[in-house]
Nanobody, 114 residues
Framework: QVQLVESGGGLVQPGGSLKLSCATS????????MAWYRQAPGKERELVAS???????TYSGSVKGRFTISRDNDRKMVYLEMNSLKPEDTAVYYC????????WGQGTQVTVSS
């Protein structure tokens, strides 16, 4: 079955950086569009970035220029490199295989605070 395991979150000061990882299994990764979402307390889950199998990327306006999504098709991994982090980036971050919209991992907490 489809499994997604996020890691790499933590506490970071404003202006700092983190790199999130998502290990995947249970589907044909190389063909699958992948995405990162986040959910802040009291807010709906929102799309942060996506990447197709052909490496075409999209970003939300709030993270464009600061975050970079990438993938390793050999390792079946998706990454989110986050730079110039702001307190408003604080959220639980999830990756998702976009053909399996009901399946989520446990997420990884990112807290940006001084």
């Amino acid at each position: 079955q489809v499994q997604l395991v996020e890691s790499g979150g933590g506490l970071v000061q404003p202006g700092g950086s983190l790199k999130l990882s998502c290990a995947t299994s249970g589907f044909i990764f190389v063909l699958e569009p992948m995405a990162w979402y986040r959910q802040a307390p009291g807010k709906e889950r929102e799309l942060v970035a996506s990447i197709t199998g052909r490496l075409r990327t999209t970003y939300s306006g709030s993270v464009k220029g600061r975050f970079t999504i990438s993938r390793d098709n050999d390792r079946k991994m998706v990454y989110l490199e986050m730079n110039s982090l702001k307190p408003e980036d604080t959220a639980v971050y999830y990756c998702r295989a976009e053909s399996y919209v009901q399946i989520w991992g446990q997420g990884t907490q990112v807290t940006v605070s001084s």
